[in-house]
């Protein structure tokens, strides 16, 4: 068995799928069935145009638009020959594409996630992580680098958004019916669920397996919601970054052991472990356990762990490195750290920065480093960030030699890039540009597209964001209640010709976004007159974060200001569609973290591929992207005093606001801003080959991968500045 475990499951269920659509509709079983429609020129638009209001309905899910749709549209549907005909064809690229096997199906890559945002209809994914995890799986399915993604299968996902009048933000969770997702479980010869268990506290947790196919990589996903489970063990695979600590914990136990259990009880053997993120840093214990319950002692076990586990961190922030108490761990592990062979303190020791200083608290950061072949973090700047933040771990280094290195992030163009733009590339790139996209040359004929075709593929998509934005703001402001004139302005919200500022990520407080209301007044000026600003804004804050919260709220206070009516949209539920509009519709991309907080950053690169300009703090990914003609860029200094940093930076966000971004956009030429279009030409060449996920697939196999020393060594002495062996 290999990569292919379980994919005889799908083809069944998804044969199931066809027999009960008309004849000339079957082809969109099979399709329905991998997520690689989402990323193939007509998939997603071949569906909708079956049945527009379910498509919407069901979040864009196909195999529930299949199985849902009344019989008279699928019919109408059969009965169209020129539908028929796009299936036909759609069907046979993606037949094409996956009839090019992985380089090689045995010994897989096994990458382990906390969260993957794969689409918008499986909501198991929170912000960047999931997206930057997600972004990998497809781009290893498209580069052909043998993968499988491991994770959990949260019924409830994360939590869906409401905004009250006020501006509050509520919660709530709906239930998945995973049965209606392009999702199966994974069966043995007898027919009867694969199973996997892992001893939590007092219990054995059996969890199913599930396969969901993204292109020619496969996703196994863990589900304890099974009767057979306590109620409180079902809960496990309930919701994504669950508040309860004692619940974190075993969705970590389920994750890294029994996400090891499921590869053994699948046949596959992976090459490498990749724990993306400290969630999943349990797996390397499980590897342990297996070699000493081989014979092996504990510390050799844990060095033959060490030469097939790599492990990449994504924050500096406390939230998401977190630690616990011996008794914490004790109560969920006590059991398995006897199976290691080796003292509870030694158990405890693996998690702490200085294993003997046993008044420390134990976390998943530290025993992923301990127990991995590389570490890396994913900007240049976290690089630096991080091997300053975790050299207690390495004695005797001095920050600059903690072999921390680092892969800065990248996404899928593909998922990210508007239609309106790649069309335009097919006609003025070379052919095969989006495979070549790693290839600064790919993106020199950027400079050939006319002036007015570049900015009427940007005005389409700029449209497209208005109308979406006009139709959402309504509904969301009469869902909350709001007066009826509130309502009707939204349907005059934003015009097609004014510039729109964006603003999208998960609200954790040091994203800053009370930056953009610092100075109310300042504010509320640049909204209005001839020159116009408008600004769109989403996200969510985690449930149990009031301050971030709060300030959601207070920016809701200014809404009596009657600019703000026309002017200004909160996108309520901020999710990957929303994401997708905003990154493809918007002028001007913001970001604002508190430095050097950002350990990347992803959504400005998604914005920075549809020629959108980044204006954004030099942390993350923009301090080594910024080269002062790709965008504008506001002091990346760290300032521990935090009030007046937050005052220079909002002052310095208005200042280029006034001063240049709005006479930029205006200034017209022949009605085009020429000056603004070179600067998006400027940034689409200097940016689009270094920030796309081929590159970053291409440096991980590299340098993280590669598991021959003279190989890593190679590249460390190579002039490209990406290793710091
Ligand atoms: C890309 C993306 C993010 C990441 O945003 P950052 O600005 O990098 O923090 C968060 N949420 C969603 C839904 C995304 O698509």
Known sequence: MSIEAGASDVVRTSQELE?????????????????????????????KDIDPYRWELFQGN??????????????????????????????ARMDETLADAPHSATSPIAYFCAEFAIHRSLPIYSGGLGVLAGDFVKEASDRQVPLVGVGLFYRQGYFLQRLDLSGWQHEYWTDQDLERLPAVRVTRPDGTPLTVSVHVGERDVLAHIFRLNVGRSALFLLDTGLPENHPIDRWTTARLYESSRRIRLAQYAMLGIGGVRALEALGIEPGLIHMNEGHAALAALELARREVARGADFRTACARVRERVVFTTHTPVAAGNETYSAEELLAVFGDFAGRLGTSTDEFLGLGRCVPSHSYEQSGVTPLAIHMSRNVNAVSRRHGEVARSMWQSLYPGCTVDQVPITHVTNGVHLPTWMCPSMSRLFDRYLPPGWMAAAANPETWNAIESIPDDELWHARMFARSRLVDFVRARTVDDRLRRGEPIEYVEAAARTFNTDYLIVGFARRLATY??????????????????????????????????????????????????????GNRVAFLENHDMEIEAMLVCGCDIWVNLPRPPQEASGTSGMKAAMNGVLNLSVLDGWWAEAYDGNNGWAIDGNIDSNEHAKDDRDSAALYDLLEKEIVPLYYEREGNLPRAWIRRMKAALRSLAPRYCASRMLADYERTVYASDRSELERVAYSSDGYAHE
């Open 62 to 91: 196909p195999v529930r638009l299949l199985l849902d749709a009344p019989t008279t549209m699928l019919e109408r549907a059969a009965n169209d020959a020129s539908v028929v005909a796009r299936i036909t064809e759609l069907a």
């Open 19 to 47: 027999r009960r659509l008309p004849e000339p509709l079957r082809p969109l079983g099979r399709i329905a069935y991998n997520y690689v429609w989402s990323w193939t020129l007509d998939g997603p638009s071949i569906f």
């Open 511 to 564: 994203k800053r976004l009370h930056l953009l209301t610092r100075n109310p007044a300042r504010a509320l000026s640049l909204l209005d007159g001839p020159r116009a600003v408008q600004l769109l804004l989403a996200g969510k804050a985690h449930p149990k974060d009031d301050e971030a919260k709060q300030i959601v709220r207070s920016m809701f206070a200014l809404k009596s200001s009657p600019q703000v």
